[in-house]
């Protein structure tokens, strides 16, 4: 019997062999390899030929290549940033951070990335790459697992992995939120399997998977995994309630799933201890200072007590009429595009045509018609049947919801002021994520249906919706082919008004008066229609292509491979038609050239004394981290966390406030204008350079204190109302009285680090010591080796009691947390690497004793 069945299977290889160029066996292989190749012929620029992309972000994160070899030369693990805002955390922040030798899932990742980086010439894009493929792996092995053929989860994996969402990720440097992504899929393909049976190397593989959500540190898209993970179990419970069935699967899966967060916390519990921690001090955790002001005025319980402000944390708003951008991409103007014409003189230049409510965007967020058609199709036929489908509805239209934002706020309010943690996010938007991997895997469901009806059978009425949806696609395209001006009529109507357009014209031009408007508004008026019509039509042609193949595929006109063929090559052509349209490669010589010290640095890094400078541009200070890469510190720059009194002293003393910039030891002001008011113009070249003769030392004795509000303080040096080196505000009262220092009393700067300041002083009494960097309870001082309280001075800074006499005082950043959480870290690792070997061990060793016989 064994030998028949043997000689079966052989035969039955044999003729798939003959029939297939192709075995079967090999089939997955070959599509993941397809995604892998085109992965790389889209980025080749990048991959082969060393091509970079420069954005904001991407700067800002270099930015940091001096303070990360700063924490080397010191030898300290990196967590404050001294560079930006008078100092700041750098890991409690999640900006920066140090290495970590005790995480060994993170250096055999890390090891493993090296080798294949040495023959990469951009290991930017190529990481990113390789979390793409990572994420279109787990696509196909998950939808091949929710029952699709090989192609269909092809096409699910391919669609995920170019879906223009996660290609503008790439192209902008968010690229923590891709690698959060690229486990989600492998997250639900293993709670899934968990909840089917109880296997260890499944438990250690989700904890593998989480692990890399907690590694990307982007706590945002981790709370989105985990609430799609939540609706997930919460749709499985519904389900299996209703239909009286065991839920002891379920339960299972939950608790392992917890188990294994548990785990992967451990591992990381030396960064997201600080982060708990800081979260007090930051903006993403209190609310603002005169916004609590006001609700104990009001006499009113706000809900909410703490998290951003509703209007920061809403900018980037997702409407509702922009789900249109869907189907056709350039309905609401698209983003940046090259354009040519009359305003230019024929040279070609890149706008931004966006003209939606968000502040800017650099593309719409398009995951394909075909993709888009296809899911419905899919939610059609399998909703009442598919609970996995079920989830995928309930997934995207809870995330639409809240991507809404403030423009349309039913359910996003609820979440904003009910749901914990979830006022310290912004930007609504980001959480189109999962719909962006919700809508491929029900197409997978659509198209499976599809290819279903064709070998089950379909009754004449399905069949002939796709011969009339054919039909109603054709005489649409008619329409705009033939009726141009009628669509341009419904276009401007609706969309593209005379304010949309005057918006894109600002945004480009920064300036709209009527003579201006007039004059250019019919040039790009027509040039955001011309990209609308293109994009309308090719929407239409394509659905027209694929309800076309799909009525003559029903009726078996179409044989299977020239369906998938079809279908394959109209996806293909749509993602990487609009997703060709975000790429903007840069030379690595442009990139470099931003942090080649321009003559104004080179001048202000003549002087070696210790200061810091601010940078303006319009008389407003700019929002960029680049002096960083000099050395040079700013009383501004650009970050999302904040410390919250920063912030209140930005909003309300002002930051380009002569008075507050004296006291932030602000010797230079770096700017596209000369303005008195900031100091005498001492360097005039590609920038200004401004010197400030106004400027406090770093670190001063001052003579008294006065105890005083936080709002009040701050007023004050609004208003400049008080001698800096006369009076410190403080909060408390204390328990010791203040001398003013004599003529003898004198500050020495011995050594000033990262996280190390180290003075030599001489009191005169006991003299308070005020120092100019950002107060947090990190920092610790030590006056001659004993331990004294460091006291929050004029609400933002620093200062100390030094008793009468000479003395070294030591200001060290020391963080428990972050020491504690490194050793669980070590025994964590060390505790999922035996699970992972005791796990794996059993099928080596029948691979070993196969071998052996």
Known sequence: MAEKKKAGKQKKEQISTTNELIPPKYH?????????????????????KGKVFISGDIIAFKSWVALIEDAKLQNVPLLWNPYIFCGMPAYASLSVGPERPFDLLGITRDFTFNLIFKIIPNRDVFEMVVYLFLMSIGAYILSQRKGMGKFVSFIVAFSMSFSTFFIVWLTVGHHTKIITMSAFPFVLLLIDELMNRFKLLYFVLLVVAIWLIFAASHIQMMFYVYLAVAIYYLTYFIHKILRKENIIGLIRSGLLFSLATLFAFGIFLDKYLPVWEYNHYSIRGQPPLIEKINQQASGKSDRQSTGLDYDYATQWSFSPGEILTFFVPSIYGFGWRNYTGVLTGGETVRINTYFG????????NYLGAIVLLLAIIGVVFNFKENIFVRFLVFLVIISLFISFGKEFPLVYDIFFYYVPYFNRFRVPSMILALVMFAVPVLAGFGLSSIINFYRSGIS????NVFRNLTIASTLLLAITIFLPNFVSEIYKSIFADNQAVALVIKNNFGFVNQEIYNRVSPHIYQFIFDNFIKDLRIFLLLALLLFGLSYLYLSKILKQNIFNLGIALLVIFDLWRVDSLTLHYSDKEDL???????????????????????????GQPVMSNHLAIYRLQNVYGYHGAKIRAYQDLIEIAGITNPFVLNILNTKYVISDNVDTVYGNLVFNGTRKVLFNKNYL??????????????????????????NPMDVVYLEDTLDIKIDPPSQDAFIEILEYQIQKIKLKVKATGNNLLFLSDAWYPKWKCFIDGKETPILRANYVFRAVVVPDGEHEILFVYKDDEFELGSKVSLGINIFVLLLLFASIYPNVKKLIDKHKS
């Open 592 to 618: 470099q050239s931003i942090f080649n010290p321009p003559d104004y640095v080179q001048y202000i890094k003549q002087d070696t004394t210790l200061y810091r400078i601010l940078e303006l541009s319009s």
């Open 460 to 463: 004449e009425k399905v069949k």
């Open 28 to 48: 997955s292989m070959v599509y993941l390899l397809l995604i892998l190749f085109a992965l790389f012929i889209f980025f080749n620029e990048a991959l082969l």
């Open 697 to 722: 030392p770093r670190v001063f004795f001052v003579n008294r204190y006065e105890v005083s509000q936080p709002i009040q303080i701050l007023n004050k040096m609004k208003n400049a109302e008080f």
């Open 357 to 364: 409510p968000m502040p800017f965007t650099d593309a719409p």
